[in-house]
Each structure stands twice: as structure tokens, then as C-alpha cells.
């Protein structure tokens, strides 16, 4: 049972260069999630899914874009990179549920953008 | 103001001292409350839930009140393997069970 699995785990890109980390989960969570992770910052919240097809806004949105085709798989995308989303970047997912809110985390994927 | 605070620190205990960290959240709609620990460069994992009355797993207590949302974790009797960031977790309600973390405490546990 992989759990959630992240790819790339990690990638430089030029400013101005796009990509996309994948964010796979096997456990049929209803729920995903993309933060970022800074020193001294904490996690932030991106965006995230609640259902195949949805995406919201989180606490820091530009410059991100996201799709969730496929209930298993949540996409982030950097259209333009720059250097301040040089980051590590974490997936997480979550069945639906009040009695189920605890996350399961990928294991990050450090991302330098030059 | 960020919607959970928590103590910057860091932490620097001798082994077996007890230990406390603080959080406090401002959406009183929250719902969920957790630690979470987090090790130098890997995802963070589970500590444990905290609920109004008070929950304790084995050397570590975590207390929630509501009126004044506040959150606590207790480590008693901190072993060398406690070393790592401790991130205090609110869920609310609505938005899709928003999940924010605070910032995190870091605390180095030294023989």
C-alpha cells in the first residue's frame, strides 16, 4: 500500500520554466491538499480538492494552478516559475468525513527554482 | 494575524524534563484539533487528536479550550528521540475541511 506517492522528489527549474508535480493517492481519499513549506513559515496551504473534477483556493494560490481529472491523482502546476517558489511542496489527502480529518502526507518534493 | 500561532522556539530540554508548547487558533469554527511531529526534512505524521476533555498517550498530553482556543501539548519525562518540530493542526468545518498548520515548535531533546 503505497499511500500517497509524489513525483518528481526533486527538480531545479530557470526562472521562467513551467512543470507539474503529480500527487498520486491509492487509498480512495475523497479530500486532497498541496501546501508549500518555507522556513520559518510553517505549511500553507495551496490548493485543494474535494472530489474528482473540484479545486479551491488556499492561503496562497498565485502563481499555482491545479486539476483533478482523476480521483487518485491532484496536479500542481508552475506556469512561469520563480525564484520564491523555491520550496519543498507536500500532497496530503484525507477520506471524506467529520470523524476522518487526519492527513496522510507524501513524503515532499524540493523544488529550486534559479 | 495567522490563523494558528504557535511558540516559535526553539526548545532545547536535557533529557527527561517535561516540556509544554502552546497554540493558539482564531477561527472559532474550527472543528479538529492535532499535533502533528514533523523530522528534519520528511512529511509530517500524527502526534495525536486533542479534544475538549483532554487526551494523553502515554507521555504526551494534549488539552483543547475552546472558549479561549488554545491548544497544549504536554511531553513528560522527553527522550532524545522527541527531537523534532511539533506543528499544531485546525481543521474547520466548511471549505472543504481547510487544514491549517501553525509555523511549528522545534525542540532539541540533549543527553
Known amino acids: 500500500n503505497a499511500g500517497v506517492t509524489q513525483t518528481p522528489k526533486f527538480r531545479v527549474l530557470k526562472t521562467g520554466q513551467s512543470m507539474t508535480l503529480l500527487c498520486a493517492q491509492d487509498?480512495?481519499?475523497?479530500?486532497m491538499y498541496w501546501y508549500r513549506q518555507d522556513p520559518g513559515m510553517g505549511l500553507r496551504l495551496i490548493h485543494y480538492?474535494?472530489?474528482?473534477?473540484?479545486?479551491a483556493k488556499g492561503e496562497v494560490p498565485d502563481g499555482y494552478n491545479v486539476s483533478r481529472l482523476k480521483k487518485q491523482n491532484f496536479l500542481l502546476g508552475l506556469e512561469s516559475a520563480a525564484p520564491s517558489q523555491t520550496s519543498v511542496y507536500f500532497c496530503?489527502?484525507?477520506?471524506?468525513?467529520?470523524?476522518?480529518?487526519?492527513?496522510?502526507f507524501g513524503a515532499g518534493s524540493r523544488l529550486t527554482v534559479l | 494575524r495567522k490563523e494558528v500561532e504557535q511558540d516559535p522556539g526553539p526548545f532545547n530540554v536535557p533529557e527527561g524534563a517535561t516540556v509544554a508548547f502552546n497554540c493558539t487558533y482564531s477561527?472559532?469554527?474550527?472543528?479538529?484539533f492535532f499535533w502533528y511531529r514533523q523530522d528534519c526534512r520528511k512529511e509530517p505524521k500524527l502526534l495525536m487528536s486533542?479534544?475538549?476533555s483532554g487526551n494523553e498517550d502515554g507521555r504526551f498530553t494534549a488539552q483543547l479550550n475552546r472558549a479561549s482556543q488554545y491548544i497544549s501539548l504536554l511531553i513528560r519525562d522527553s527522550k532524545l528521540s522527541d527531537s523534532a518540530t511539533y506543528l499544531c493542526?485546525?481543521?474547520?468545518?466548511?471549505?472543504?475541511?481547510?487544514?491549517?498548520f501553525g509555523a511549528g515548535t522545534r525542540l532539541f531533546v540533549k543527553a
Open positions: 493542526v485546525v481543521t474547520a468545518a466548511t471549505g472543504g475541511f481547510k487544514t491549517i
Open positions: 496530503a489527502s484525507r477520506r471524506q468525513g467529520t470523524g476522518a480529518n487526519v492527513l496522510t
Open positions: 487509498m480512495n481519499h475523497e479530500y
Open positions: 486533542v479534544y475538549s
Open positions: 477561527n472559532s469554527a474550527s472543528q479538529s
Open positions: 480538492s474535494v472530489g474528482e473534477g473540484t479545486t
